[in-house]
Each structure stands twice: as C-alpha cells, then as structure tokens.
C-alpha cells in the first residue's frame, strides 16, 4: 500500500510527530501504573501468588481484543480507532487509581488491556504508513517515544511516590496530560486511504510461517518485557532488598536503556543488520537477568536490569516493521497476528513470576524469564522476513 501520496497535504515532520505523540501518551499511561505496582500490591494486602493472578487480567485482556483489533484498523482505519483507543486507555488508567477492591482492579485491568491493545494495533498500523512515506527504517524511533515517555513517567511516579501523593491523584495526572497529547496531536496523524467498498475484510486470518515466526521472537521479548514492568519494582524490594523509596531503581533503569537502544536501534540495525542486532538483543537480555539472579546487591542488579533494557529496546519495533511489510496480508492484520502470538509472553511471563515465587524463589523466576529472552537469539537466525 503506498502512502506517500499523502505527504504533500501533511508534511512529513507533521505526520511523524503526531504519530509519535500517541507512541509517548502509552507510554506515559502504561509506565504511571507499573510504577505504583508495589503500593498497589501492598494497600491491597495481596501476596506474590495473589499479584501475579491479578496481573494476568492486563494480558487477557490485550488477547480478548487481538482476534477484533486487527479487522477493527483494517475496516475502520487505523486514524479513528487510535483517537477512540487512546482515549479509553487514559480513562481507564484514571479509574484503576480508585479501586479498592482486588475484583474491581482486575475488571480495570482487563480494560486497560483491552485498550491499549487496540491503541497499540492502530499507532503501529500508522507508523508502517509513516515509514513508508520516509522510505527508509524509522519504526524504532516511534517506540523510542514510548520508552521515553515510560522513563519520564517512571520518575513522576518515583517523586509523586516520596512526597506520599496517592496513586488516584498520580494517575488522573497522567489521564489529563494524555487528553492534551491526544487531542492536540489528531489532527495530524496519517489519513487513511479510501478502502474499495466490495473489498471483503474477513475477521480472521491465519498467518503464514513467516509471520509465525516473527511472533515467536516477539514471544520471547515480551516476556523479558512484561516482566520488568511488572515486577522489576517488587525484585528490588524483597530480592535486592533496597529501602522503599528506590524500589523503582530497577525499573528506571530499564527504562533508560530501553529508550537510548530504541533510539539508536534504526541507525545500529541499518549498519549491522537486522538479524545480527535480533541475536545481540537475546544476549543481552539473557546476560543481564544473570547477572541481576546470581548477583542480587543494588550495583550489580541494576547493572543487569540496563543490560536487559537495551535487549529488549529494538526486538518489538524490528518485528513490528517486518510484519508491517508483508505482501502477504493488510498491515493491520500482519500487525494483529504477530502480536497475537507476542503477546502470549506478555500474558504468561507476570503470572509466571508470581507462581513460581509463590513456590520456589523470585529469583528462580528471574532465570526462567533470562533462558526464554536468550531464545531471542536462536529464532532471529531462522527468521526469513529478518534480513
């Protein structure tokens, strides 16, 4: 599909800035309620096997959206269903500050899921389009955003956190200042083309081995992944054992290298190559969470955590690109099927966690987490669509 027609009505500086503001309003919003896990956890007097149960909401609720999400893009367009998805995360991210009940958190969460999901389907359907008119490998940056917004919200929530303010008041914050983004930025996203209105948009496509594989790499990642957002500040409050008011260090940390090697990951990938950048991230991911397991003392765990930060920055954004240009399906579809399969990682690695430490020890859970981010590496090799 070529969307350089589009260019000369909105400049490209536009197009990309629009679409980079919504990459940054995730995550702004995902980021604010990673970082108030911990108090969450505690003012709801809920144990490591309960957390982890609780967590599997989120990622159920992202895999009950992917079978729709995708056809939803593809026979809606992909500028209206991002202004609706954008706009439900953000309330719903304002709600989950007001629970104060362990079932109305999961019924939040699930919905919280469920929208970023579609969010996330739509912004990436937008990036590959944004892309193109560049013609050249642009998608890490976009995601460099969402770091970059989960890094500036990670330290809100640290400060909102030593000054004692509440997560109700921290997350309607957060909601406001995505409403702003939001509305500011529509305008200008990419438009979509005129869809030919005989064309069939079937709801269900199977993906072929080529797509499989790229969301198996996107399965490993985002296990890695979900679990540093989601436990990265409970490690270093009961294994690293740090004092409550940097339990978000881990977290910072992994989120500063996330956004540096998404930033630097379109001008690394372009010079070393796809794949070979593929099998370094698996590395670093496995190398890190050794390092943060073995050795669990402040230095060495939060050396471990920025080495898994710059792992998991550009394996999403690769595999997303990669899916965004197959010949095979519609964009948003490609983009649906690939994240369907990555996402199970995203729903099995926090329950993973909480399950294994409820039984054995967080680090254990740790390790398992690093073997699988490795794999990273070996599947990259065999992945056609990653050259």
């Given at each position: 599909?070529?969307?350089?027609?589009?260019?000369?009505?909105?400049?490209?500086?536009?197009?990309?800035?629009?679409?980079?503001?919504?990459?940054?309003?995730?995550?702004?919003?995902?980021?604010?309620?990673?970082?108030?896990?911990?108090?969450?956890?505690?003012?709801?007097?809920?144990?490591?096997?309960?957390?982890?149960?609780?967590?599997?909401?989120?990622?159920?609720?992202?895999?009950?959206?992917?079978?729709?999400?995708?056809?939803?893009?593809?026979?809606?367009?992909?500028?209206?269903?991002?202004?609706?998805?954008?706009?439900?995360?953000?309330?719903?991210?304002?709600?989950?500050?007001?629970?104060?009940?362990?079932?109305?958190?999961?019924?939040?969460?699930?919905?919280?899921?469920?929208?970023?999901?579609?969010?996330?389907?739509?912004?990436?359907?937008?990036?590959?389009?944004?892309?193109?008119?560049?013609?050249?490998?642009?998608?890490?940056?976009?995601?460099?955003?969402?770091?970059?917004?989960?890094?500036?919200?990670?330290?809100?929530?640290?400060?909102?956190?030593?000054?004692?303010?509440?997560?109700?008041?921290?997350?309607?914050?957060?909601?406001?200042?995505?409403?702003?983004?939001?509305?500011?930025?529509?305008?200008?996203?990419?438009?979509?083309?005129?869809?030919?209105?005989?064309?069939?948009?079937?709801?269900?496509?199977?993906?072929?081995?080529?797509?499989?594989?790229?969301?198996?790499?996107?399965?490993?990642?985002?296990?890695?992944?979900?679990?540093?957002?989601?436990?990265?500040?409970?490690?270093?409050?009961?294994?690293?054992?740090?004092?409550?008011?940097?339990?978000?260090?881990?977290?910072?940390?992994?989120?500063?290298?996330?956004?540096?090697?998404?930033?630097?990951?379109?001008?690394?990938?372009?010079?070393?190559?796809?794949?070979?950048?593929?099998?370094?991230?698996?590395?670093?991911?496995g190398t890190g969470l050794a390092i943060a397991v073995v050795f669990p003392f402040l230095i060495t765990a939060t050396l471990g955590f920025l080495l898994v930060g710059f792992g998991v920055s550009s394996v999403v954004p690769l595999v997303y690109s990669a899916a965004g240009r197959s010949t095979t399906m519609k964009a948003g579809m490609a983009l649906a099927a690939v994240s369907s399969i990555s996402f199970i990682g995203f729903l099995i690695g926090p329950p993973l966690i909480g399950i294994v430490a409820q039984f054995a020890d967080l680090r254990w859970s740790f390790a398992i987490v690093g073997i699988l981010g490795?794999?990273?590496?070996?599947?990259?090799?065999?992945?056609?669509?990653?050259?």
């Amino acid at each position: 599909m070529n969307y350089s027609i589009f260019a000369p009505s909105d400049s490209r500086k536009y197009l990309r800035i629009a679409v980079a503001a919504f990459f940054f309003v995730q995550g702004l919003s995902f980021a604010a309620w990673a970082s108030r896990i911990p108090d969450i956890k505690n003012m709801l007097h809920l144990t490591e096997g309960g957390l982890g149960t609780v967590l599997l909401a989120l990622p159920i609720g992202l895999m009950a959206s992917l079978p729709i999400s995708g056809w939803m893009v593809t026979h809606y367009g992909s500028k209206k269903m991002v202004l609706i998805g954008a706009i439900l995360y953000a309330v719903t991210l304002a709600f989950i500050g007001f629970v104060t009940r362990t079932e109305h958190l999961v019924i939040a969460l699930f919905a919280f899921g469920l929208w970023g999901n579609l969010t996330n389907i739509a912004v990436n359907t937008q990036a590959v389009a944004v892309e193109q008119v560049y013609g050249k490998s642009i998608m890490a940056s976009f995601h460099g955003l969402w770091s970059l917004a989960g890094f500036i919200s990670a330290m809100i929530g640290s400060l909102f956190i030593s000054v004692n303010i509440p997560p109700q008041i921290h997350f309607s914050v957060i909601a406001l200042a995505a409403f702003i983004i939001i509305f500011t930025a529509y305008k200008h996203t990419m438009p979509d083309q005129e869809k030919n209105g005989d064309e069939a948009q079937p709801m269900f496509v199977k993906p072929d081995k080529d797509l499989l594989m790229l969301g198996l790499i996107g399965f490993c990642a985002m296990v890695c992944e979900g679990a540093m957002f989601d436990w990265s500040g409970v490690y270093f409050q009961e294994a690293v054992k740090v004092p409550a008011s940097i339990t978000t260090l881990g977290y910072v940390a992994f989120m500063g290298t996330m956004t540096g090697g998404r930033f630097a990951g379109d001008w690394l990938a372009n010079r070393i190559g796809r794949k070979k950048m593929l099998q370094l991230s698996g590395l670093f991911m496995g190398t890190g969470l050794a390092i943060a397991v073995v050795f669990p003392f402040l230095i060495t765990a939060t050396l471990g955590f920025l080495l898994v930060g710059f792992g998991v920055s550009s394996v999403v954004p690769l595999v997303y690109s990669a899916a965004g240009r197959s010949t095979t399906m519609k964009a948003g579809m490609a983009l649906a099927a690939v994240s369907s399969i990555s996402f199970i990682g995203f729903l099995i690695g926090p329950p993973l966690i909480g399950i294994v430490a409820q039984f054995a020890d967080l680090r254990w859970s740790f390790a398992i987490v690093g073997i699988l981010g490795s794999l990273t590496a070996v599947l990259s090799s065999r992945a056609k669509l990653i050259q």
